[in-house]
Structure formats: C-alpha cells, structure tokens
C-alpha cells in the first residue's frame, strides 16, 4: 500500500482543519491506521490511531477530545479532524499503517501551521 496525506495549512488559532490520507491498492481495510506529527526541532510522536473497522481509536493526551480519526475503508481513507487548534499543533502531519507492531508504510506528510 502507498499512502497520499493532504489537507494541511495554515489556520488560525481555535480553528478547525481536516487532514485526508489515501491509500493505494485493495488491502486497506488490513492496516491499522495512524497520524503522527513532527515539530520544529522537536520528535515525531503519535497523535492517534483507529483499528481495521474504525471500533477503536486512540488519542495522545494533548489531542484528546480536540482531534479525531475516523475511515472510510470504501474509500480507501483515513481522516484526522482537528478542532480547536494551538499554536503549539504545528508540525508535519504523517500517516502511517501497520498490520503488526511496527508501522511499516508512511505517507509523505503534509504541514500544519496554527497562528497565534
């Protein structure tokens, strides 16, 4: 599978953005999907994930209740909605599948900037 990000740029603080990554080929709905996200001078770390179906998700504590993650296996897509969005959420945002522990495939990332 190969993966396309898209949606970023720049928002103002409290505003609202909608990132998209589309995946290639037929074997989507196998993936585990997740959105990471690197700063400026700082780590990637996980953002949240959502399991094959969409039963589960997860959010770091600094997201928690301001973004989501859903998918639309049809649509061979997985979204990340950003709501109430801080300076402090600029970065690289990437997508990411696995099937096992480790997230194998990785789209090409797509910036965010929040202005104060």
């Known amino acids: 599978v190969q993966l396309q990000a898209s949606g970023g740029g720049l928002v103002q603080a409290g505003g609202s953005l909608r990132l998209s990554c589309t995946a290639s080929?037929?074997?989507?709905?196998?993936?585990?999907m997740g959105w990471f996200r690197q700063a400026p001078g700082k780590e990637r770390e996980s953002v949240g994930y959502?399991?094959?179906?969409?039963?589960?998700?997860y959010y770091a504590d600094s997201v928690k209740g301001r973004f989501f993650v859903s998918r639309d296996n049809d649509k061979n897509t997985v979204y990340l909605q950003m709501n109430s969005l801080k300076p402090e959420d600029t970065a690289v945002y990437y997508c990411?599948?696995?099937?096992?522990?480790?997230?194998?495939?990785w789209g090409q990332g797509t910036l965010v900037t929040v202005s104060s």
């Open positions: 959502i399991t094959r179906g969409g039963e589960t998700t």
């Open positions: 080929g037929r074997t989507f709905s196998s993936y585990i």
């Open positions: 990411a599948a696995r099937r096992g522990v480790v997230y194998d495939v």
